[in-house]
């Protein structure tokens, strides 16, 4: 399994809102634009937007960042060396595969695999 981006996570109340700053600094148009259940999500240069009200935000919240991985089937052997546990997943996402796992330290990080 290998590291191809890692997203900053942004957690804000409404997207259209929030989108236009990040086009002016990134300089780069939206790649990726869905709801996932109660939260619309948008992917934007190296951030990550996850849009909605506090109590929808507020499963999203303990995840710290995502990494997109070329094989999220990597994921258990990653574990198995440097410890850590599968919090979710793998879950299928409009996107391709997901899995959310809270590592040695505490940090908790989502792994997607786009398809």
């Known amino acids: 399994m ?3 981006a890692t997203l900053a996570r942004l957690y804000v109340a409404d997207l259209d809102e929030a989108l236009p ?4 600094l990134t300089g780069q148009d939206v790649r990726t634009r869905f709801f996932h259940g ?3 999500v ?23 960042s ?8 990597g994921l258990r052997s990653l574990l198995a060396e440097h410890g850590g546990e599968i919090l979710d997943g793998p879950n299928k996402v409009p996107t391709g595969r997901n899995a959310t796992v809270r ?6 990080l989502e792994y997607v695999e786009h398809t």
């Open 42 to 64: 948008a992917s934007i240069g190296g951030f990550l937007l996850v849009a909605g009200t506090e109590q929808a935000l507020a499963p999203f919240r303990r995840v710290q």
């Open 21 to 24: 700053a990040l086009r002016a």
């Open 103 to 108: 590592h040695p330290g505490g940090a908790v």
């Open 38 to 40: 109660e939260v619309e």
């Open 66 to 73: 995502t990494v997109l991985v070329d094989d999220l089937d």
């Open 2 to 4: 290998k590291a191809l």
